[in-house]
């Protein structure tokens, strides 16, 4: 059976991943910092018919990060889908000139240290099997800097970058790696199904063609 690992799970995207891929056969690995809130997802996750299981681990400690996604695949089975998806703290979110070396540091371990992290701990089973998909959940800053979002301007692009290096280095292995970009809240962009919709759009991005980065509706349109 494959398994998606759900880095940053929530009730919101999260779920609502876990329910889509759910729905394809997938047992689901949550990874957040509160077991309790994992094990009230994952609870209602079995009671709707899926296999799920809550595994507690800050991305900002990497030993954690690992040994969750250890475990994980130990009880589920080889993790075939790693989605990175952590909310960035809103302190990253401050503007540049109030940025700190130490602010910039720790969101680059947020988002690209703890990226790399989880990717070499699932990494030698996709090659393995010469099969599996990684996909990054970003914000507008990824592709384009604001000085009010000063954290995530400078990290989400270090992360994004990582991310097409290995979609250009693992292509040839059968191994996918996207990223969706999610130019505002979610709430607002006025999607038809609204959480569902994004979920089905990383479904779709998991299991067809296409190139590294996409995006969920134009940049410009977004406010994030």
Same mark, same amino acid.
């Given at each position: ?25 997938? $047992? ?8 309790? =809130?994992? !094990? ?11 296999? +799920? ?40 979110? =401050? ?27 699932? %990494?030698? +089973? @996709?090659?393995? +099997?010469?099969?599996? $998909?990684?996909? %990054?959940?970003?914000?507008?800053? $990824?592709? =384009? ?11 989400? &692009? ?6 097409? @290096? ?20 979610? &709430? =607002? %962009? ?5 959480? !569902? ?7 779709? %991005? ?19």
């Amino acid at each position: 059976m494959p398994v998606i690992a759900i880095i940053g799970a929530g009730p919101g995207l999260g779920a609502a991943v876990a329910r889509r891929f759910g729905r394809e056969g997938f $047992s689901i690995a949550l990874i957040s910092r509160n077991q309790s =809130k994992l !094990d009230a997802m994952a609870a209602g996750l079995n009671a709707a018919g899926f296999t +799920a299981r809550g595994y507690a681990a800050d991305v900002l400690d990497p030993a954690a990060l690992e040994a969750a996604l250890t475990r994980a695949a130990a009880e589920l089975g080889s993790i075939t889908t790693l989605q990175y998806s952590p909310l960035p703290s809103r302190e990253y979110l =401050k503007p540049v000139l109030d940025l700190t070396p130490e602010l910039a540091l720790e969101a680059l371990g947020f988002s690209a240290l703890g990226l790399i992290h989880a990717v070499r701990t699932v %990494l030698p +089973a @996709m090659r393995r +099997a010469r099969h599996g $998909s990684i996909i %990054l959940i970003n914000g507008g800053t $990824s592709v =384009k800097a604001r000085a009010g979002f000063a954290g995530t301007s400078v990290a989400f &692009p270090a992360e994004s970058a990582y991310g097409e @290096m290995l979609h250009d280095a693992l292509e040839v292995e059968g191994i996918r790696v996207v990223q969706l970009v999610i130019p505002g809240a979610i &709430p =607002k %962009l006025q999607l038809v199904n609204g959480i !569902d919709d994004v979920a089905d759009r990383i479904w779709g %991005l998991h299991s067809g063609p296409g190139p590294f980065r996409a995006m969920l509706i134009p940049l410009e349109d977004g406010r994030e």
